[in-house]
Each structure stands twice: as structure tokens, then as C-alpha cells.
């Protein structure tokens, strides 16, 4: 199944990656290649099959207690972020 | 627990009110509405991790590496997170899953780390509980509750004194939730209201919110649609984000469902969207930032398991349970026979029915008596100086004290009332005041006689047209007596003796 | 000539006071130093913290004190964090990142004593199967450096094979640890997944990732690997049950070992000179007293597709959280918001990995979630009963790890099926969850074969044992590149 133009542009934009008009048909043709790649699952039939989340069968989530065992450490953890003030991470203004 | 927002003793909006229409519109149109309530969970850390979930502390200073969703971290359960929402299933007959999955919502936004929202989407840990609400006839109207899940806490983004910049703190980022999703039933913002009040009083009885609207612990999103009366047909709704307060809910969705009966009325159409609450408008309005078709892209969160829960697991919760809300109203109508209204109001927070049980106590024989002061008088006050009733401004022995008194008799209730105002501003027991200022009745027969006969002798005139059949007149003469022993006669020896004396 | 060492060796040499650890980390360092123009195997090199802890290793055995791992040099795949140390993923995104944190693996290797000498290269985000698509350059095949090393765990398998390193961490989501272990002539193990803690491990795909070792031989491979594995509190999907001492009985006998030809394996595409070393392989383990037979896992073709619908779904999610805003690469003056994310990404990510978040993001999205996602969970499912249904009737299966030996650099990156198709014997141990290993057994003009060996669950015990006694058998595994002998 080929992904035309306006399909690759909008997984784009879902995926937040911006493509140059350029590279699109590019995009366009490897995603189509893939889609139609694994287009061959239509071929098993999975009838009363359960979807495998887990490789792991039969194993349940584990608990951790309510206890608060960090601490602070918004300096350190500040030192990889591109733009801080006042300890708030920046990004442009957000319009509501 | 914190402070709670408002007062408990809402009693002015929680009395059924009188000759209101059930059709707020009053325009042939009805108004469907279902409340998302998301209710932050008391732990004490984040349900992903072991960062603090306290309120108020510096930007990001309560952001873990999960919580920041750093590169490589892994989300591991809170354990108490989902002890209190199976405490929820349960308190609302809900049916708790014994086997429930986490799933990602996907979406880009900054308050959001992770790129995904760690939520539940196809199987809720609660799901088809209901809530009964009282309507404003009286009547009980059971809400049907679809589902509760548990989910993470998004962080908070800062406009001010940033120009052209967003701050974003991420300490409130990974608190958990308990969002209670209610069927599309109820049909009126103050049904809505109710229904929200209800949730609100649940949460805090089972203790697993402290249910402080203002700190965004307790926050609902409504959605509102309209549609004929008599249609069966859903119309297409509008989602009003984050209303924090009972009352603005209430005016965003009377504004809300007036807006789309006007655009249909108009010929418009309603279009399905996102809709804002502003209080200082009293509107909703559109969210243009958040317009744009929404694709979550859900799917099992492969970082966790399913969450698997025994049948001995959640009895255990339920052996855990409080008497709740109903159950304690209901007692306290066959147990102190007080009416259903009054047990309705004393129950609204277990706070106030502990204090109210502990007045009934200390003054035996005398519920309605208590009920009355503790709605009363006493709600009055707190009110006024916006106190909540376990502030100990008025600790409930010293009430009963005061109830005691009116009891035995030793004052009458329109003393009592004077006494309460003394109490209050001075902190001193009743008995103490009783004494100080002499407020004792006057139970003792021959000084009340004396007491009428000197009124008597003041008031020939007014005595003989009594006699000659003014009837009206005996309120006169209780009303001098009153005043010549200020106020301290007992009324009902009072009456007694008045009857006797005057006819001559 | 220390370098040709196995860790085993070296580490019984350290305790022994015969070689010390300062001594051992200056040669490697300088062999390292010397290949990277060459091979490009390291994004970066810590020479200096590396020296500091050989030297308080040394002390350590000084003192008669240490761990099984005390003074031996390693080195990280890029993607396990490490403290204070640059971790970049392969990625421009992950360039400048330094992690506050050490993965678990990271911390645990520690502890048992290992000396880290450096962060090794790898393909971006460990999506690919050539080490191509590394932000920091290819890293070279060093049998033949116009050849590819394999991927994405290139730069760990490289390391070893030139002998830059006795042993590294690498990680194997569809096959990254077992093909680039192949086509380097060395030995690797992905364990079970939820064997080894992923906390630490920046995720590509959270169901398939798992971590493990690449070293000269199953007894080093052991060795490692019985540091790394055990349960992790901070991983939910980490397994808690005790991790057996898998250096123990290495050598028992191998008399009744039931193993299983995988025939699917041998049906098309795998390179006749290949066959012939796995062939050769077999037939060492029936000497050895173990018995063969064909074994069908009828729904294995379908591995391959069902693996580029959750790996890219898992991914697409995986990778949102690089936008920008708290770490990793941002775009220099960001108009707003969704240009602050878009340009970000696009300029933090290389094409191999938008297309994988693409094809993610479509096969999760609105109308095509059931078709690819659910039918491909649906597909695992079936593959996962194949093995399941295999292991009920051997021990081991055996097979391929590669369809052929090492290729070009350049020779497979037109077409993204032909590249995923070298992943096509490795993908379905990943899917089911099963302990999978390659061991050398062979080559091809001059160029490395591995044999793959895989078990049930938690069997890694079993494997390293087999993989053990065929390495006593042959020398496949001894032997190292000229250039680097
Ligand atoms: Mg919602
Ligand atoms: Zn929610």
C-alpha cells in the first residue's frame, strides 16, 4: 500500500518531526516499501489469538511501597536541560 | 488532610430548594451532562516513583528522573495508589478488575515529559459502580459511575513574568489520580453540582484525596450536550477542562448549555471541542491550541504489567472500609431520628458527623437539639470566619456544655443563643458565662407569679380589654414579663402561669 | 601479548597479582586509541577515569579484597547510562547529554570490580543492523574494515574482536547483540529478556530490549553475565528469581544435550557457505554426544514483519520525550512550540530513526492500530507458541545467526526491507522472549560465521554451557584479525 504525500506529512506532524519538502518523497517511498513489508501479516491467521503485550507470560506487576526515597536534585538534573530559569525549564509561550 | 476548599457546612446550597424548575432552561431542551472527575490520590509519593507528592515546594525540586522522564528511567507502581482506588471501587459497589492494564496516551505538550501520559484505557481497574445523588424535589437519583482508572499527573506550565516563554515545573508530574469517569446522567448543572459534591465527600471519607479544589486535588471536566426534551438522541457535546470549584462547574455548564440552545435555536450547530471556563467572564470558550484532531495512539505500556488483584486482596480493602456517607446518614436517621435532610448534611464530611455524633453523646436525649445547633448557630459561625469544624475553635464538649444547659433548663434558647455568641468570642465554657452574667432561669413558680402580678398592677388597662376578649393581648404580657426578669423566666412555666393569672 | 587473554584468564592473572589493572587499562587504552581511526568502535574514551579505577582496583586486590571482576577492563554500549560520563545513544539528539545516574548494569559491573574504559559506538538509538547510522560515523568491520561490523551493538563486537577489550555490554532488541557477534567471529549472549535490568538502558523498544555481553568466549560471556542479571526493583518488568552461577558447570559433559535444527532456517536466503560451518558446528555436538533433529516453527517467516510493527510502535513512544525541552538537542531559535519540537527532532534524529518513529506512529494511529499493531501482537503470540512447542520437545534449538557474512559498507542501505532482512534468524528469540546466543563456528573467505543457540526461557545456563564445550572442541573463537593479532 503506498502512503501518498498528505499521509507522510501528517505522521509527521503526529510524530513532531519536521520534513523538508525535498526529503518527503523519499519518506514517501522507504514508509510505503515498510507498510507494504509488513502488509504480510495478513497472511497468518490469528483468529481467537490473544494479542502478547509481555514476552513473559503468567508475570503480574510488581508493588512498590508509598515511601519517598528522592531527593532533590533539580541542579544536577538541570545541567542537560537547554533553558532554565528561576529552577522552570523554558519553551516558547504556550498559547491556551 | 489539609484544609478543605469551602466550608463544610454548605448548607445554604445543600438544602433542596423550593419552587426551581428541573428545566434549568426552561425552553423545551434538555441538558446532558457527564463529569471526568480526576481526584489526586493521597500517597505520599508519585505512583511511578519515589519522588514527594507535598504541595507547594520549589519548581522541580519534587521531579524524579522518572518523574522528568529521563532517558532510560522506568515507571514501578505505587502500591498504595492502587489501594485507594480499589477503596473507591469498592465504596461505589463498583466491580474492581482482577486483572487491569496500563496504557500510553500519546501527545506532545511540555507539561507532559514522557511524550505519553501513563493512563488506563481498555481495562480500568473500577469499573460500573454507581452514586446516589439527592435531587432538588428530594428525591434520590442513582449516577451510574462507567469507570475509574488510575493515571499519572501531568506538570504545570507558568505564564507569568516570563516574556515570550513558558515556564514548566514538573513537581506535581507523576502524581497519581483517580480519574471517575460518570455515565452521560445527569441533567442539570445542579444535578451536576450534587453529583460532584458527592464524589467530593466520598474521596475524603475513604481519605485517599484531600479534596483541596484550589491545590488542584479535586478538578472536573464536564461534558455538556443538549437535545430536545423527549429525544433519545445524543447531541454532539463540548468538553469543559478544569473546572476547579463547585460553583464555577455549575455556571459553566448553566453557560454552556444556554450557548448551544442559542446556536441551535439559531440554526447553528454545536461543534464537538474543548472548551475553557473563564470565571471572570462567566463563559466558556474555545481552546484554539488544543483544536486540532487529537490521535492518542494508545497502547499497553510494555515498561509495566498488568496489575493482577486477588479475591483475598480486595476483601482485605473492603475490611478496611469506613462507614460511609449513606450508611452513616441512614443510621443517623434510625439511631437519633433525625430527618433525612438534617442526616444528609451532618454526614456531608466525617468530620462534622464525628462531631456531630460526639455532641449527640454528651447530651443525651437530645439529637434534634444538637442537630439544630450544629447546623445552626454553629455552622453560622464557622462560616462567617471561613473555619472548618475540626479548627477547635468550638471543640464539642464545650457545644454540649452549652446543650446541657438548655436541656435541664437552666437557660431557655433564646438565652442560649446569647450564651453561644459569648462562648465563641470569649472561649469560656457555658456554665461559666451562665454564672458570670446570671443567666439562670427562672424555674422557681411564686418569683414568676410575683413577677406577673407587679406586671399586672403596671398594666390595668391593657388587663382589662384582655379580659374583655382581646386575645391578643396575652403576647403582650408574656413579652413584659420576659423583659421585667430579662428573659430568664422559663417560657413554658411562664405560659402556664400567664393563662391561670390573667382571666382573674 | 596480554590483549589475547580471555577475561577469564586475565581476571584469575589480577587476582593473582600476575598483571595489574593500571598495567592492563594502559594497554587496552592504547590499542583503543590506535584502532579508532581505523575502526571508529569508541564515541568515547575514559582514559582517565578509567586509570583511577584500575588503580583503586589494584589497591582493592592489594588488600586481598575485590569481586570475581576486580581490574578487568570493559567498555558500555552507548546506551547504558553511566554517570557523569557522556551517553549518547549514537545520537546528535544525545551528543552533549551526561547522565546523573548509572544504568543498573552499569552500577553492578562496577561493583563486581570491572574498570570502564570507554562508551562504544553503536547505530542510532540501536535501530539498525550495520552500525551505519551512528551519529559519530560507521564503525568498521575489523575482518575487513570496508565491511560492516553488524549492529547495532557494532561497536561493542568490534572492540572484542580486535581485542580493544576482553569483554563489553551490549544489547539486543531484534538481534543486535547475536549478528553483530557473528560477523565479528566473537562470542554473544541476549539473555531472557527481563533477565538482565533495563533501568539505565536508554529504550528503543521496551517489549524486545534486553541486555547482555559480547566477549571472546561463552566462559568470559558467563562471567559477565553473572554480574549483570538479577532482579531490579526499579525495572517492573525485571524477573525475581535467583540467577544460577552460570561459570559453574561449563565443563560438565554434553552427552544427551537435545537439539533441534532449525528449518525454517535453512530454507532460502542463507548463504551455502554459511550452512556448511553450522552443518560442521552440528556435527561437533554430535560427537559430543548430543542428538539432532529437524525441528519446524511453522509461523517463524512472520517474525520479521511483526517485529517492524511493535519495535517502531514501542519506539515511536519511546522517543517522544527527546523534544527539546529537558535534555538532548534543541533547534537554535525556536519560532514556537511545535517549531521548538519539530526542528529539534528533525535535526536531533538521522532518517533511519524518523522512519522508524514514523512507521510507529502510523501503525498506532486512528484506523490502523487492529490492522498492524493488534494483528502483529496477535503474530507474536503464534511465534511465541512455536517455541514454546519446540522447547516442549529439545533442549536447544540451533541455527544461523546471519544469512551470510559481514557486507559493504553502503551495500544494504538503499532498501530498508533488504537491511531489516538480516534480522531475520535473530528477530523471533527477541518476539518469544528466549535466551539466544551466537557462537563462532567457521568462515567464509576470511570472514567470521556464527552458529545461533537458543533456549527457553531462563536457559541461559544451558547455552553458555553448550556454546562452552563446542569452544573446547574448536578455535573459532580464538582467532583475531591479523591486523589486530
Ligand atoms: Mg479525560
Ligand atoms: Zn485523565
Redesign the pocket.
Known sequence: MALNRAQVENIAHLARLELEPAEIPAFQDKLSRIVDFIGELDRADTAGVAPMAHPLPGLAQRLRPDAVTEADAHELYQQNAPQVAAGLYLVPKVIE | MTKSSGTILDTAQQRPPRGESRDETGTGWETVIGL?I?AQLATRSKIFSGASTAYGAAPNTQACLVDLGYPGVLPVLNAEAVRMAVRFGLAIGARIARQSVFARKNYFYPDLPKGY?I?QYELPIVAQGSIDIVLEDGSIKRIGVTRA?L?EDAGKSLHEGLPGLTGIDLNRAGTP?I?IVSEPQLRSARDAVAYMKKVHTLVRYLEICDGNMQEGSFRC?ANVSVRRAGSDKLGTRTEIKNVNSFRYVEKAIQYEAARQIELLESGGKVVQETRLYDPDKGETRSMRSKEEANDYRYFPDPDLLPVELDEQYIESVRAGLPELPDAKAARFVSQYGLPAYDAGVLTASRELADYYEAVARAVPGEPKLAANWVMGDLAAALNKEGLDIDSGRMPAERLAGLLVRIADQTISGKIAKEVFEAMWSSGESADTLIDTKGLRQITDTSAIEQAIEAVMAKNPAQLAEYRAGKDKLFGFFVGQVMKATQGKANPAQLNELLKKKLPG | MIHRHTLAQLAAELRARKVSSVELARAYLERIQASQPLLNAFISITGEQALAAASAADAALARGEGGPLTGVPIGHKDLFCTEGVRTTCGSRMLENFVSPYDATVVARLRAAGAVMLGKLNMDEFAMGSSNETSYFGPVRNPWNTDLVPGGSSGGSAAAVAARLLPGATATDTGGSIRQPAALCGITGIKPTYGRVSRYGMIAFASSLDQGGVVSASAEDAALMLREMAGFDPRDSTSVDTPVPDYVAGLNAPLEGLKIGLLKEFFDSGLDPDNERCIREALAVFTRLGAKVREVSLPNISLSVPAYYVVAPAECSSNLARFDGVRFGHRCKEPRDLTDLYKRSRSEGFGAEVKRRIMTGTYVLSAGYYDAYYLKAQRVRQLIAADFQRAFAEVDVLMGPATPSAAFAIGAKTADPITMYLNDIYTISANLAGVPAMSVPCGFTQGLPVGLQIIGPHFAEQRLLHAAHRYQLETDWHLRVPERFA
Open positions: 471526568e480526576h501520559q493512563s482508572h493515571e489520580l480519574e471536566d
